[in-house]
């Protein structure tokens, strides 16, 4: 279990715990239900790239206490 | 310039109807190079050829949320606001179905309940197909009363959040609204009245059939057989039959195909009853379930074995909570003995719902709401 740290700079910063080898996606999913956004318009950015739905976090190397960029689309 | 809105246009909803559409969807309309040079000075006529060159519904798609012509145009007609005559126009006319689709969503973003409930129930009727473009950018089969369905009843519709309406019941009761006639319900007359002709002659059939292959008779046959006598079930199977006939099964077919079905409902019923954990009750209702999924298995045309395998499986994963996905169901045999050990002696939840550390325990609630496997701590 890994906690990454996803933060949108306007006043956003969520912390959410989650599997390494949970999906994107899913990572996304679990934001939209603490910040209350829909996970579809919800972009996750690692310094302009923009990270896939598919792909899993262990293969993105995130690891724990990660900051993520939270952007919306 | 070219985005302002009309100045003699009139507010929607209190505010620019632009505004209708959220704002980042809405800055990605107007830096789209469609936007930018086929709806610049559209008007309400020239608007209609661009619709008619429409061949694709959808929202935005692709990585960096590019919106579709249909959300350019939708967004020109919030622009330019066309008279309501123009909209109905566009949702009556057959030839077109986008153009169709365009004028029922712009008059979902912007008319009146009770117009909106008026002028897309008809539209119900039309089954016709529609290219749908999907986020990841792939075309998917929809169909127009798909289209308004989902406009009817959902809040979010190709990435614009569609405005609250009053439910139907409500506008019925202030009168507003006739009560809802569906356009099934000439068919449904007609069943029930085929129904009472048919109902004699096919009873001695299936009993013919039945006791060919059973050996004796069950309680739960007996019981399935008052079953069938319920007006409910009648009318479905009706309807199912009636469906295969459209689908120019001969009967003899038809029958063949119920032999079959009886018989390896035979073999799993004899399976579920050496199974001594299950109550007589559970059997029942089994068989219940397994008549209907016969029957739905009879309209889909599936093969034998598919249907035998999923009674198989069914019965090993009775146990499975409703909200495991796929995934969970498959690593549900590795976890139990795993979680046992942490839990000393409790019964374990599948989910970790109820694990020690309450963040946790919270945590894979919401995973298990969301259909993913829980934390591996």
């Not at chain 2, 008007?43 to 579709?68: C, F, Q, S, W």
């Not at chain 2, 959040?161 to 319900?185: F, H, M, N, Q, Y």
Request: glycine share 6%; net charge positive; aromatic share 8%.
């Amino acid at each position: 279990m890994i906690e990454v740290v996803l933060n949108d700079r306007l006043g956003k910063k969520v912390r959410v715990k989650c599997n390494e080898d949970d999906t994107i996606g899913d990572l996304k999913k679990l934001v939209a239900s603490q910040t209350g956004t829909r996970p579809d318009k919800i972009r996750i950015q690692k310094w302009y790239i923009i990270n896939k739905d598919h792909i899993t976090l262990k293969d993105y190397e995130i690891h724990d206490g990660m900051g993520l960029e939270l952007y919306y689309n | 310039m070219a985005n302002r809105t009309d100045p003699a246009a009139k507010s929607i909803r209190g505010t620019n109807p632009q505004n209708l559409i959220e704002k980042i969807v809405r800055s990605k309309i107007y830096q789209n190079t469609y936007w930018k040079e086929q709806c610049f000075g559209l008007t309400a006529e020239t608007l209609v050829d661009k619709a008619m060159e429409l061949d694709h519904i959808g929202g935005t798609y692709g990585g960096n949320r590019k919106p579709t012509s249909f959300m350019c145009l939708v967004m020109k007609m919030l622009q330019i606001q066309p008279e309501k005559d123009i909209v109905v126009e566009f949702i009556k006319n057959d030839d077109y179905k986008y153009v169709r689709v365009l004028g029922a969503f712009y008059l979902r973003l912007t008319g009146i309940d009770s117009d909106i409930y008026r002028y897309l129930e008809p539209l119900y009727n039309d089954y016709r197909k529609v290219r749908r473009k999907s986020p990841d950018g792939n075309f998917i089969l929809a169909h127009v009363d798909e289209v308004i369905d989902e406009l009817l009843t959902t809040d979010y519709s190709c990435d614009i959040a569609l405005p609250r309406i009053k439910k139907r019941w409500t506008l019925e009761s202030l009168g507003a609204l006739d009560a809802r006639k569906s356009v099934l319900e000439d068919d449904f007359e007609e069943e029930e009245e085929k129904d009472e002709n048919e109902q004699d002659g096919l009873e001695e059939e299936v009993a013919h059939e039945k006791q060919d292959y059973y050996r004796g008779r069950s309680p739960a046959r007996d019981r399935e057989r008052d079953y069938r006598r319920d007006s409910q079930r009648h009318r479905d199977r009706d309807y199912d039959r009636d469906r295969d006939y459209d689908r120019e099964r001969g009967r003899g077919r038809e029958r063949d195909r119920d032999r079959d079905r009886d018989r390896d409902r035979d073999r799993d019923h004899y399976r579920l009853r050496e199974e001594k954990e299950y109550g007589y009750e559970r059997d029942r209702d089994r068989e219940r379930e397994g008549r209907e999924r016969d029957r739905r298995d009879r309209e889909r045309g599936r093969r034998r074995s598919r249907s035998r395998s999923r009674s198989r499986s069914r019965d090993r994963k009775r146990r499975a909570r409703s909200s495991m996905s796929p995934r969970m169901r498959g690593a549900e045999d590795g976890k139990p003995p795993e979680e046992s050990k942490k839990k000393k002696g409790k019964k374990e939840k599948d989910d970790g719902t109820d694990h020690l550390d309450p963040e946790i325990a919270e945590a894979n609630r919401i995973r298990a709401s969301l259909g993913l496997k829980p934390l591996k701590l």
